[in-house]
């Protein structure tokens, strides 16, 4: 039996094949964007072929599909989402426009420039009901059932594809939600429902209210592409198990993903930095900062100590989504990023790409803008006759006609305008991962950079040279980055609860009370994934803060019944956390408890990453070729070496250039590469 692991991007689908011996091939096919099954469906058809089967017998032997889309993000980020409708408490209309006094989260409230935020469901779609939860949980006013059926008239009437139902403190008591949920299943078959209880159930309204109302947007859109894609995987023979890769690291069932859509957010990027940590241990370095370079994007993410971060602060655009989600920095940086001089004259790269359709120039698919892509060709990073191993051939020819427009506009020859397009991505980049690294209070060179994505390991030396990274790892599968990260990836769910108390007043028997619920549930959601209770895995942690501060920390949890004992244990390690974070504790002053968090994971199959074999240090027989290459402005009869043919311990002085079957590695001129056992392409620099 076979294992797939499959990425949708915006210009390439990564397909990754796990076979009975351990062995993974990779696969890679152009996306489709008018219909994104229709590329995953065609990467499994070219591995079929690849393993010399029909597709519907090779996909009858595949028990184990986990898929990972932009498709969620990109609906969001595009504003095609759905038409939705909120049911909320009488008096709290405006919570998801008043927001926290934002104007717009990237620019002052003062720019009268910045239009106003627009909200996602506009005031007429906002329904206020009558009915009241107190924060303790005691229901003072019943759910008025008859405006609830009034407002679902009216709802029908508007033509809306989703409802959020966001009354106030629904996490104490989800009575009200879910009375309100069934009256409008009853009377609006057919539409979305979802409610803030059942996406987000923890304090603070805004950020619930406004979570909810993100998974409304996306909820049916993802309903209909999931069960279009269940639908016709299993027409073509798959009786598999189909997994999906959610925002916070871990892979869920179809079903609980259409339940909890906003979960689909970062599907594909959130798992890259599983890639990394994975690519860490078996290289030995587990401070890492992880690059994700694709055809449209670049996703960045920070790794301290080997742990994958997590964060609650997270926007999409304009929306505030609190769901815990991996941290991952995206930004407009990608192969198909198009150049473009601004109106004081300036080179600017992306955030506009050429995508899939009609893709880069040198495509010859239509694309006239000069791309990256285009951009490298150019340099000689790339080869015109090998891209894809051959699958794609690259005009040369329309890559000089489209750069050119770039040449004229700023009066540099050719090569200059294509150096100063590579140099401008790359200083783009640059400034994306110091924001997560040098704005936070790290030094970048403390980390070592790991380079994925189908343009990684073109641009990631240099980019290492331009921070002062002295270190870059190219893992083995590197040009299929997030698909190599999904193998990493556990099974489970997340679960929150919310109990705000002072902790020399909390009480242990609420505390205990919600542990026990949500690891009810836990069990109940594993045993239905079918997963033995002696494999599944049941993490606790709690977020503290001190009294008066806003944010807070999270630490783990003992397991069991908890005590005072391990009350005093939690308020210790906050303390230390806090200072590893802000470099500053004030243990004098009190601690209190928000919310209380489980989560429960199971491994998938283990698998290995098969060892090459060895080779001497000079690596003799590899060399294919030499072309001109252009490093900082200066030419360079460079030799390129065949991916295929590098075995372990060899080393290859810069400047060089490695043709893999999926990517290119580029050598610059002051970095050396040798090739570890598992093939990931080490790049230090010389002193």
Known sequence: ??????????????CLILDTQGSLRAFKVPSTPRDPAAGMLNGLAVAARGYNKKPDDFLRQIDLIVHGSTLATNALLTGRGAKVAMLTTKGFRDVTEIRR????????????????????????????????????????TPL??????????????????????????SYANKANEDRAAAICREMADGLYVTSSYQVLPIWREYERFSTTVVSATIGPIASRYLNRLGDSLKQQGFKGSLLMVQANGLVETPQESIRRAVYLLGSGPSAAPSAAAY??????????????????????????????????????GDERVAIKMVDVHSAGAGGGSIAWVDSLGLLRVGPQSAGAEPGPACYGKGGEDPTVTDADLLLGYIPADYFLGGEISLDVDLARKAVQKVA????????????????????????SITEI?????????????????????IHGPALAERLGISTVIIPRFAALYSAFGMFAMDIGRDYARSYHSRVDRVSLEQVNRLYDEMELEAQAAMKSLKMPKGEV?????????????????????????????????????????????????????????????????????????????????????????????????????????????IRAGNV????????????????????????????????????
């Open 408 to 431: 004229d506009r700023l009066r540099l020859d050719l090569l200059q305008a294509a150096q100063a397009i590579h140099t401008t991505v790359n200083s783009f980049m640059a400034d």
């Open 279 to 316: 690519c860490g241990r078996i290289t030995g370095k587990d401070h890492l900062i992880s690059i994700d370079m694709g055809g449209t994007s670049l996703d960045v993410s920070l790794i301290r100590k080997g742990e994958i971060p997590m964060t609650t602060e997270c926007w999409v």
């Open 537 to 645: 895995n049941l993490a606790r942690t709690a977020e503290l803060r001190y009294v008066g501060q806003f944010h807070e920390v999270e630490v783990p949890m003992a397991a069991g019944k908890l005590t005072e004992h391990h009350v005093k244990e939690a308020v210790a390690k906050f303390h230390k956390r806090h200072q590893e974070l802000y470099t500053f504790s004030m243990n004098f002053r009190a601690v209190e408890f928000l919310n209380f968090r489980l989560k429960a994971t199971a491994r998938k199959a283990a698998f290995q990453l098969e060892k090459i074999a060895q080779g001497k240090k000079k690596p003799e027989g590899s060399l294919k070729r030499r072309r001109t290459c252009i490093f900082n402005g200066k030419s360079f009869n460079t030799p390129v070496y065949d991916g295929e043919r």
């Open 101 to 140: 006094g934002y104007r717009n989260v990237r620019t002052s409230m003062f720019n009268l420039f910045i239009p106003p935020y627009k909200p996602l469901v506009p005031r007429r779609l906002r329904f206020p009901i009558e009915e009241r939860t107190l924060y303790t949980g005691e229901i003072v």
């Open 1 to 14: 039996m076979y294992r797939a692991c499959i990425d949708i991007g915006g210009t390439f689908t990564d």
């Open 144 to 169: 008025n059932d008859g405006e609830v059926r009034q407002a679902i008239g009216k709802i029908k009437e508007a033509g809306v594809e989703a409802i959020a139902i966001c009354f106030l403190h």
């Open 652 to 687: 290859i002085r810069g400047p060089a250039i490695i043709e893999e079957q999926a990517t290119t590695v580029v050598v610059p001129p002051a970095f050396e590469c040798s090739a570890d056992r598992f093939k990931s392409y080490i790049l230090r620099k010389r002193k």
């Open 437 to 457: 690294s040098t704005k936070r209070g790290y030094d970048v060179r403390d980390f070592a950079l790991i380079a994925g994505g189908g343009a990684g390991p």
